[in-house]
């Protein structure tokens, strides 16, 4: 048969078997085991040699496919370029070994070697997730047609068709067109495979992102069951919502003395009473440790038609102990996988965490209301002993005067030994303060003088007490008081955007950029051995800055002989979380 004819006659079969070989391919490799292993980036070195044996396999099935009319070259080669050297060096090695067995020529088999460690390298040129070149295929395609090689008719090896190029180049150019024609083949083919190869990659890439986007979703919803607190229902939102979102058998969570949510039917009791399930409750709430087994070691009195298995029991911990525990059961008729059994491990971290955060949030909060009372036990005691003298030498002067400082002293106090740290209206802590500035003023008479500027509609917010009276004791007491001719305090509280702006200035004596460091981030002496400071600056720092955040902005001015000014915003979503608290 003449070579042109025998070319032609190798294209169209080599092409139909070519074409076939890719759709087989494509089917495999749209099973997820298969794609999750092409797709994967780092890989041990167990698993690089499990996969250029697999790759390997592939090659050689595709020899036999192909009838042995050459070998197929561009497999180790894309595998390479894929999976990195060792995958594909390894299957260019399982593939020449086989050339070798069966008695294909020895330049064949180097091509073979070749093909692996070229396509890795030709892999290491292109930027990870980047589309592949147009030179990939061609190069693919080209060394493909190199190791094209049989002696059986019509084939012909490739020495064979070289050697004919001088006898033909000036008699036909059939034999140009059917060259390229080949080539042009093998190219086309190699690109469509590589075309496949991409687009199961972006196939995981979508499933993967897919599953990223709706486990955060999940996590966002089962963040806000969490924050509710591990009651009836809350545990039956959250079991719920996993369940389906992980599409597993069944979810529950369980305390120590009780089940708070179990999908199955009665009768499925818990606890149970035996030495077995004891010892499962302390590996679980007092070791802290994972627990996997029958359900019936947790649940006693299992249906007899209950479809449930084994269950893989998750710590949820708030950081001091122990609280609850996650469980993901199984049935008989499904399974979930050790990737899931990562993933739910996962979010039981992430549980965890948040239970911890909220255990730290109630001991803030705790620590909150103990300095709130300790600043109450300052304030009392040295203001009422301050108001008393004025009033004891006011009820010789002025009798009437005595007598409305006593009612304000009254109002005062009452609203001091009354409050228990729940949040009041703006418009009651102004009326507060003015009970103490009424007092004050009785004191230092025409020496303190005192400015207003509060807008009406910030009345009805709420703040928690004690804010702003500490700070304008403090520009009494230490502004002020020390100068002589006195002073005058300003009370600013204005919107502002989003925020609430408080703000005490006074113009009294002022201090020292020292002076005003030591005061916002020292805090007071515990006992008498310091000298005293004003009780207010640095609680009220502490609790506006606990309450509200960094986006409170609290900040202190002061200049030496011209005053001190204080100013700090109420923060509205931090004003709604703190009423929530």
């Not at 955060?357 to 304030?379: C, D, N, P, T, V």
């Not at 609290?554 to 979380?577: A, C, L, P």
């Amino acid at each position: 048969m003449p070579i042109k004819t025998a070319l032609l006659q190798n294209v169209i079969e080599f092409f139909c078997k070519f074409s076939f070989f890719i759709i087989l391919f494509y089917i495999v490799a749209r099973y997820t085991a298969f794609s999750q292993l092409l797709y994967r980036k780092e890989l041990k070195r167990k698993e690089e040699l499990l996969l250029a044996a697999v790759f390997g396999i592939i090659s050689i099935a595709f020899f036999i496919v192909i009838n042995e009319a050459g070998a197929p070259l561009f497999l180790p080669l894309f595998f390479g370029m894929y999976s990195g050297m060792v995958v594909g060096a390894g299957a260019s090695v399982i593939l020449a070994v086989y050339t070798f067995i069966i008695g294909q020529p020895l330049y064949t088999i180097g091509l073979c070697l070749l093909a692996g460690p070229l396509g890795a390298l030709m892999g290491m040129r292109i930027p990870p997730g980047g589309k592949k070149p147009f030179y990939v295929p061609l190069i693919a395609g080209f060394i493909t047609l190199l190791g094209f090689s049989t002696s059986d008719t019509p084939f012909y090896s490739m020495p064979t068709i070289i050697s004919t190029i001088p006898d033909l180049m000036f008699t036909s150019q059939t034999w140009y067109f059917s060259l390229v024609l080949y080539l042009a083949v093998y190219a086309a083919g190699c690109y469509l495979l590589l075309a496949f190869l991409e687009l199961i990659i972006a196939e995981e890439d979508r499933k993967s992102a897919l599953q990223t986007d709706n486990i955060l979703r999940l996590v966002g919803k089962a963040l806000d069951q969490i924050r509710e607190g591990i009651s009836q229902e809350s545990a039956r939102k959250l079991c719920e919502n996993l369940r389906k979102a992980l599409d597993i058998p069944g979810v529950c969570i369980i305390k120590k003395h009780e089940s708070t949510y179990f999908p199955g039917r009665s009768p499925h009791e818990y606890p149970q009473d035996s030495d077995t399930f004891r010892n499962i409750q302390k590996r679980i709430f007092e070791e802290g440790l994972v627990f996997e087994g029958n359900h019936t070691l947790i649940f006693g009195k299992c249906p007899r038609d209950c479809d449930f298995t084994s269950i893989f029991l998750l710590p949820l911990s708030d950081g001091q102990k122990v609280v609850a525990a996650l469980g993901f059961i199984q049935s008989r008729r499904q399974a979930f996988s050790h990737s899931e059994q990562n993933l739910v491990t996962g979010l039981s971290l992430i549980f965890s965490s948040e239970l911890t955060r909220s255990k730290l949030e109630e001991q803030r909060m705790a620590l909150e209301s103990a300095k709130f009372k300790l600043l109450q036990a300052q304030i009392n005691p040295h203001f009422l002993f301050n108001s008393l003298n004025t009033i004891a030498w006011m009820t010789g002067k002025d009798p009437q005067k005595a007598e409305e400082l006593i009612i304000h002293l009254s109002t005062f106090m009452r609203q001091s030994f009354d409050q228990k740290g729940e949040f009041v209206t703006l418009r009651k802590e102004i009326e507060y303060l003015k009970s103490y500035l009424f007092i004050e003023k009785a004191r230092f008479m025409e020496k303190l003088q005192v400015h207003y500027a509060i807008d009406d509609q910030v009345l009805s917010h709420s703040i928690p007490p004690f804010l702003i009276q500490p700070l304008v004791e403090n520009s009494i007491k230490h502004g002020l008081s020390k100068k002589k001719e006195g002073g005058t305090i300003h009370v600013t509280i204005q919107p502002e955007e989003e925020k609430i702006k408080v703000e005490v200035s006074d113009n009294g004596v002022g201090c020292s950029p020292e002076r005003l460091h030591e005061i916002l981030h020292t805090p007071p002496p515990q006992d008498d051995s310091g000298p005293r400071r004003g009780i207010g600056v640095f609680n009220v720092k502490e609790r506006v800055v606990a309450l509200f955040g960094p986006e409170s902005k609290f900040e202190m001015e002061s200049t030496q002989g011209e005053g001190t000014k204080v100013r700090f915003y109420i923060v509205e979503k931090g004003e709604k979380q703190c009423q929530q608290n």
